[in-house]
């Protein structure tokens, strides 16, 4: 649904910035609720103590702010070690509300989320990055604005985190060059997502590539280690690293572009990137969508022939779907494509030795099948020491979601970000944040 963007900015009330804090000051508040939000069942003051470069009085003080400001709150007495059970603290995943936008290549989805990760209502429309850049936003800005007016018995969002299929400049969410924009798909490049998005929406807005949203979104799940690969499977291929903790966006924000390798044994299929041989001719939702239209995969399918007969096409997800029902064919596909991935990530399992592959996008709808197969055919090519502390796994399909939440509030509790706002008791309306130009400071 289209919107015109001036007829869905929120009311601006004037502010008068209060005195600003020290960024010193802002910076130990700042780590302390990070090291808060690693622990979801709450961590203890002597804990946190230990775990900051600051002292008992100053850990007092920051966790009184945090817990005024509602960012934290008790979360009863731990284990006792011989004297009285220690007081424990957790950060409030229902402090405040974000604002979360997943485009993907053929859909989209807005969402209304705690800051905490979980989604509170959501929409999903039928455009993508296939479709016209300024057709697809102005859409996301009418369901945005709608699922914030809806909800105002809930905080106010504090931000908007964006995840789109395409490479990101994180310096300033710019799109950057992408891999195609040929066979009558339009080009995002140059398309300010960030600033249309912030100056209708009057709110402070995070854009990163989608790999790097499903990648954070496996990072901040409990337990996860903290190198870890997420391959994400739909109409493209593509994959988020994380490092030590953080996701690697590399030098020039191409970082994970493994579809564009190429194989010797690809053939002369030609890639989108106006190349042949690459990986995502052989291993991408468009190259088994190919697969399961052939002549050959209908007449040896009635699943396949059903989906033909009612909408004229297979989609990616159809053939995933297909897997997780025990259809033969899809199954036959599914299974030749993810077998040379697994070629693949074995190189890049030795390379990096990652705790986790985590395996996602469209390819979720397979079931766990498709974990188990490339588990094997990994383990068959890598060495066991590579192999003894790998995990394999299968993504969640709110993946996306959760990452573009997660990035913005990362951002928006970030020190450089608090201080800004801090001043005014929440982020709500404060100017400043809307038209900073960078997004990594």
């Given at each position: 649904?289209?919107?015109?963007?001036t007829?869905?900015?929120?009311?601006?009330?004037?502010?008068?910035?209060p005195?600003?804090?020290?960024?010193?000051?802002?910076?130990q508040l700042?780590?302390?609720?990070a090291?808060?939000?690693q622990?979801?069942?709450?961590i203890?003051?002597?804990?946190l103590?230990?775990?900051?470069?600051?002292g008992?009085n100053?850990?007092?003080?920051?966790?009184?702010?945090?817990?005024?400001?509602?960012?934290?709150?008790?979360?009863?007495?731990?284990v006792s070690?011989?004297?009285?059970?220690?007081?424990?603290w957790?950060?409030?995943?229902?402090?405040?509300?974000i604002l979360?936008?997943?485009i993907?290549?053929?859909?989209?989805?807005?969402?209304?989320?705690?800051i905490g990760?979980?989604?509170?209502?959501?929409?999903t429309?039928?455009?993508?990055?296939?479709?016209?850049?300024?057709s697809t936003?102005?859409?996301a800005?009418?369901?945005?604005s709608?699922?914030?007016?809806?909800?105002?018995?809930?905080?106010?969002?504090?931000?908007?985190?964006?995840?789109?299929?395409?490479?990101?400049?994180f310096?300033?969410?710019?799109?950057?060059?992408?891999?195609?924009?040929?066979?009558g798909?339009?080009?995002?490049?140059g398309?300010?997502?960030?600033?249309?998005?912030?100056?209708?929406?009057d709110?402070?807005?995070?854009?990163?590539?989608e790999?790097?949203?499903?990648?954070?979104a496996?990072?901040?799940?409990?337990?996860?280690?903290?190198?870890?690969?997420?391959?994400?499977?739909?109409?493209?291929?593509?994959?988020?690293?994380?490092?030590?903790g953080?996701v690697h966006?590399?030098?020039?924000?191409?970082?994970?572009?493994?579809?564009?390798?190429?194989m010797?044994?690809?053939?002369?299929?030609?890639?989108?990137?106006?190349?042949?041989?690459?990986?995502?001719?052989?291993?991408?939702g468009?190259?088994?969508?190919?697969?399961?239209?052939s002549?050959q995969?209908?007449?040896?399918s009635?699943y396949?022939?059903?989906?033909?007969?009612?909408?004229?096409?297979?989609r990616d997800t159809d053939?995933?779907?297909?897997?997780?029902?025990?259809?033969?064919?899809?199954?036959?596909?599914?299974?030749?494509?993810?077998?040379k991935?697994?070629v693949v990530?074995?190189?890049?399992a030795?390379?990096?030795?990652?705790?986790?592959v985590?395996?996602?996008g469209?390819?979720?709808?397979?079931?766990?099948?498709?974990?188990?197969?490339?588990?094997?055919?990994?383990?068959?090519?890598?060495l066991?020491?590579?192999c003894?502390?790998?995990r394999i796994?299968?993504?969640h399909?709110?993946?996306?979601?959760v990452?573009?939440?997660?990035?913005?509030?990362?951002?928006?509790?970030?020190p450089?970000?608090?201080?800004?706002w801090?001043?005014?008791?929440?982020p709500?309306?404060?100017?400043?944040?809307?038209?900073?130009?960078?997004?990594?400071?």
């Open positions: 649904m289209a919107t015109n963007d007829s869905v900015q929120a009311p601006r009330t004037a502010r008068r910035a005195r600003t804090p020290s960024f010193v000051h802002v910076t700042s780590d302390l609720i090291v808060a939000r622990f979801p069942q709450g203890a003051r002597a804990d103590v230990e775990s900051l470069s600051m008992r100053a850990v007092d003080r920051r966790l009184r702010t945090a817990v005024e400001m509602g960012l934290l709150e008790p979360a009863g007495r731990g070690t011989g004297g009285r059970a220690p007081e424990m957790r950060f409030n995943p229902d402090a405040a509300t979360a936008l997943s993907s290549y053929r859909e989209s989805t807005a969402a209304l989320m705690s990760g979980e989604v509170i209502e959501r929409v429309w039928d455009q993508g990055i296939i479709d016209d850049p300024q936003i102005s859409s800005i009418g369901h945005l709608a699922l914030r007016s809806s909800h105002t018995d809930l905080p106010a969002p504090w931000a908007l985190g964006v995840c789109l299929p395409t490479p990101v400049d310096r300033d969410g710019t799109l950057t060059v992408p891999v195609a924009a040929t066979n798909i339009p080009s995002w490049t398309y300010p997502v960030r600033t249309r998005l912030a100056q209708a929406l709110i402070s807005v995070w854009v990163d590539d790999v790097n949203a499903l990648a954070l496996a990072a901040s799940r409990v337990g996860a280690p903290k190198d870890l690969l997420y391959i994400r499977l739909s109409l493209g291929l593509g994959m988020g690293i994380v490092s030590s953080q966006r590399g030098a020039g924000a191409a970082s994970g572009e493994i579809s564009h390798i190429q010797a044994s690809a053939g002369g299929h030609l890639c989108r990137c106006g190349r042949r041989g690459c990986l995502e001719t052989m291993v991408s468009g190259a088994i969508e190919t697969q399961a239209a002549r995969a209908l007449h040896s009635p396949l022939r059903e989906i033909m007969s009612e909408h004229n096409a297979i053939v995933f779907r297909g897997v997780a029902a025990a259809d033969r064919v899809c199954t036959r596909i599914v299974t030749e494509a993810v077998d991935l697994a990530l074995a190189i890049l030795t390379t990096y030795n990652p705790g986790e985590v395996l996602g469209s390819v979720v709808a397979a079931g766990n099948y498709v974990s188990t197969i490339v588990g094997s055919a990994v383990r068959r090519r890598a066991p020491v590579t003894e502390r790998l796994r299968m993504g399909a709110d993946d996306a979601l990452g573009a939440c997660r990035l913005a509030a990362d951002w928006i509790l970030h450089h970000v608090m201080h800004m801090l001043p005014f008791g929440s709500v309306g404060v100017e400043q944040l809307t038209t900073h130009k960078r997004q990594d400071a």
